[in-house]
């Protein structure tokens, strides 16, 4: 939009507790993004990214690695693209150093502060006394990783849960003799009653990492640890990341007791992650009780899982729909740190955010999306929700409007409610000459 930018990126001088290079965006969780299909309410915010001209989708659509019906990266590759693309434009200083309070105010100069769950503690007080109230303070934790060449591919099978693919949202059904590698997108590692009932009580009974007080710790509920999980039941992971649902074993034509899903994570196929694994076990546990999966008896650890403090404010007593907070119009928050959840979620409230501070520096007034759109519901309900009880969220199709016209079927009314956000989108895009950008 032709405004400068000056980029500030603490590491690597400061580092954080699980950052392990210096480039930007790197992937610390997950190598998902989800659903990219527009029957899902994050491939409806994706396709709105796309057409606002997002770098962070055009890199990930460039580094994308086959996981189904859900678009995931080469964490690796990913990171360099996008630190590459910010180094080499013309109108961005990324400067290397530690903001460690707000910058003043200035018209002139807006202010994003995008620092995500893992804020500076010196950063975060300035920003805990700019709100005047108590972060909202969550735990994550981070899926472990083993090396391909290490798992035994006897004992697991390749598929994609109920067929679907990145080529489409169902395949015919392909012949795994003929060309195994069509079978599907992830190693699925199968398990009978006797060994999953053996699994629950290891990972029950395993040591979690020092530090953490296991039964009053808060984690946000998309991305709970295996133990969390198997604590609340015996049949919870059956029915969370261990579900078998959709995943017709070729040996015996049957959905197994549970399965454990292992998604490829980067292009050269040589990194798997273990799909919905966060724990906060020890590093030797998780060795033992995760060797335990069928196919991962003999694994190499490329990453172990581990436990990671996320910081959030409470959007609806800081934010407007803008993105900008309600005492301080130059001043914008965006990312996890602002109450969004989830990697495509902060991006595209950064989109947002972006947009408006180089509208306000322009001397523009800033705009929200529509409501109706994903980037205009979610800036709705970070600023517009109970305050008393607020939680970060993933962008649902829930907290959208509803249709003026009813539909019972439930995909007809996701893809109903995707096409009414894209028509409004571009009606808007139109009205404000939001289109792409260079």
């Given at each position: ?26 992937l ?8 990219d ?12 990214m ?35 693309a910010?180094?080499a ?55 472990p ?20 693919s ?5 395949a ?42 296991f ?45 454990v ?66 005492t ?8 996890q ?11 595209a ?45 993933n ?14 079927s ?29």
């Amino acid at each position: 939009m032709g405004v400068p930018v000056t980029l500030h990126e603490m590491r690597p001088v400061t580092p954080t507790a699980v950052h392990k290079t210096d480039q930007l965006a790197e992937l610390v969780c997950s190598n998902s993004f989800r659903g990219d299909k527009l029957d899902n309410a994050v491939g409806l915010l994706k396709e709105e990214m796309r057409r606002l001209g997002s770098l962070v989708m055009r890199t990930a659509d460039k580094v994308r690695v086959p996981a189904g019906a859900a678009l995931a990266v080469d964490r690796e590759k990913f990171a360099e693209e996008m630190t590459a693309a910010i180094s080499a434009h013309p109108r961005i200083r990324v400067s290397r150093e530690e903001v460690s309070a707000i910058p003043a105010s200035s018209a002139r100069e807006p202010v994003i502060i995008a620092t995500g769950p893992l804020t500076s503690s010196a950063l975060s007080a300035s920003i805990q006394a700019f709100v005047g109230s108590e972060h909202l303070a969550f735990f994550d934790a981070i899926s472990p990783i083993v090396l391909a060449e290490s798992i035994d591919m006897s004992r697991v099978f390749r598929a994609s849960r109920w067929n679907r693919s990145m080529r489409g949202d169902a395949a015919p059904k392909p012949d795994i003799e003929d060309d195994p590698a069509k079978a599907g997108d992830y190693l699925n590692c199968p398990m009978n009653k006797e060994e999953y009932l053996a699994f629950h009580a290891a990972v029950v009974a395993a040591e979690k990492a020092e530090g953490h007080d296991f039964d009053n710790t808060k984690f946000f509920e998309g991305c709970l640890p295996i133990e969390v999980m198997a604590h609340r039941g015996v049949d919870t992971l059956r029915f969370g990341p261990m579900k078998p649902a959709g995943l017709d074993d070729p040996r015996t034509g049957r959905w197994a007791y549970a399965i454990v899903q292992l998604r490829q994570d980067n292009l050269a196929g040589d990194h798997f992650s273990l799909v919905g694994f966060q724990t906060q076990m020890k590093w030797g546990e998780q060795a033992r009780v995760l060797k335990m999966i069928p196919g991962l008896e003999h694994a190499e650890f490329v990453r172990f899982g581990m436990i990671h403090r996320n910081t959030y404010i409470n959007g609806p007593t800081v934010l407007r729909d803008t993105w900008q907070t309600k005492t301080r119009p130059d001043l914008f928050f965006a990312g996890q740190v602002s109450g969004v959840e989830g990697y495509v979620e902060s991006a595209a409230s950064g989109l947002i955010a972006g947009r408006n501070a180089a509208r306000l520096a322009l001397g523009l007034e800033p705009l929200a999306p529509p409501r109706t759109t994903a980037m205009g519901s979610m800036a709705y309900y970070v600023s517009h929700a109970d305050p008393k009880h607020y939680d970060p969220t993933n962008i649902t199709f829930g907290i959208m409007p509803p249709l003026d016209t009813p539909i019972k079927s439930k995909h007809d009314r996701q893809l109903a409610l995707s096409d009414r956000a894209l028509r409004d989108l571009a009606a808007w895009q139109e009205l404000h000459h939001e289109g792409l950008k260079t």
